[in-house]
């Protein structure tokens, strides 16, 4: 019976042990990366945008199909800017869309929840002075991932922050997914797929929309202008990541970047590799 009971307790341990997101390794609470991890996501953090020379969370650079004098600054907050060949960021990425232990949501949470903090107190404002909602996922995909992974960050953002929280602000009606479009389609596609719902309240109102990855801009954008023009009286989009503003192909801004930018490094590499060849 006690070798039973102890076989028992023994797969109720392993069940409960928390593992880093990112590599699988234990570690002591949920959530957390180990300190290798946590590392190598420090340094992403500290990664600088080619154009203004900040780091993710203070550069506010907008994507060049959203450069018009008829969509206004987005002022997007992101945590770090994406990179598909950092292994440990595109490990949290997958698991945050894909896995249904919420170790990445967590972690990216408790990050995001810092940054809005601070947010709120620059402004000398209060928590009760905001809330927080997301631009929902396309039903079919929730469907097949059982998860909307924007509206869980929120979620948790608003327990760790005690910003109410509003689901049912915004409707999905569109099919395509944003991911498969062009920039210019992406902007498109985010006008026509989003909208308010028929019972959203938010005049006069505060709001952080969070995302997790912002590639265009588009559909924060949207979403952001639609909150706008109901008579909400601020909207911030804040995400996990979002794509560097400065495109590859613009060599003038290329040739400018400082040592340190981030993608500035990855292009000189790939301009020896084509010499050696």
């Not at 995909?141 to 327990?159: H, M, N, P, V």
């Amino acid at each position: 019976m006690g070798h039973v009971f102890s076989n028992f307790h023994g797969l109720i341990e392993r069940l409960i042990v928390s593992k880093c997101p990112s590599c699988g390794r234990v570690v002591k609470y949920s959530g957390t990366l180990c300190p290798e991890c946590l590392f190598e996501y420090k340094k992403e953090r500290a990664k600088i945008c080619g154009v203004c020379r900040l780091p993710a969370w203070e550069c506010i650079c907008q994507n060049e199909n959203l450069l018009s004098p008829k969509e206004p600054s987005l002022n997007l907050r992101s945590l770090v800017f994406y990179d598909y060949e950092n292994k440990i960021f595109m490990n949290l990425l997958y698991r945050l869309k894909r896995d249904t232990d919420r170790g990445a949501e967590k972690f990216f949470a408790r990050e995001l929840a810092a940054g809005i903090s601070k947010i709120i107190l620059e402004k000398s404002e209060s928590c009760r002075d905001w809330r927080i909602t997301y631009p929902p996922r396309t039903k079919n995909s929730k469907r097949k991932y059982g998860f909307d992974q924007s509206e869980g960050l929120a979620r948790r953002i608003s327990k760790y922050t005690g910003v109410g929280f509003e689901k049912d602000v915004f409707v999905h009606k569109g099919k395509a997914l944003q991911k498969t479009l062009s920039g210019k389609d992406r902007a498109k596609n985010a006008k026509s797929s989003y909208a308010l719902s028929e019972n959203a309240d938010v005049k006069g109102k505060k709001y952080f929309i969070v995302d997790d990855v912002v590639t265009t801009g588009s559909t924060v954008g949207s979403c952001r202008m639609l909150l706008l023009k109901a008579g909400a009286a601020e909207a911030l989009p804040v995400s996990v990541s979002k794509v560097c503003r400065t495109a590859k192909s613009d060599e003038k801004a290329l040739r400018s970047l400082p040592q340190n930018a981030w993608f500035a490094d990855k292009k000189a590499e790939k301009g020896k590799k084509k010499k050696k060849n």
